[in-house]
């Protein structure tokens, strides 16, 4: 969990996790961008990046060390 690696990791999943919460709060009201309420969307998109870094934080440990991921993924054989 104190890996470069490991932050990367889990700064990617949580801006992954805000922009996908905000496409769907955008594309579930069938709104304009005008029409938006943009500190809402802002805030609910927030929150899901907020507990996507918890959840990452919890599943340390669990796999790889340097990897937010519950799943432990094997290094392919070399040549491969």
Do not use: C, H, Y
């Not at 969990?1 to 990617?12: A, D, H, I, N």
């Amino acid at each position: 969990m104190f890996t470069k690696s490991f932050w990367s990791q889990t700064l990617e999943r949580a801006l992954k996790t805000f922009a996908q919460a905000a496409v769907a709060l955008l594309s579930g009201d069938g709104l304009g961008l005008v029409n938006v309420d943009w500190g809402t969307t802002a805030s609910v998109a927030g929150l899901a990046a907020l507990i996507s870094i918890l959840s990452s934080v919890a599943s340390a440990g669990v796999g790889r060390s340097d990897s937010p991921s519950l799943v432990a993924v094997e290094s392919a054989p070399a040549g491969r």
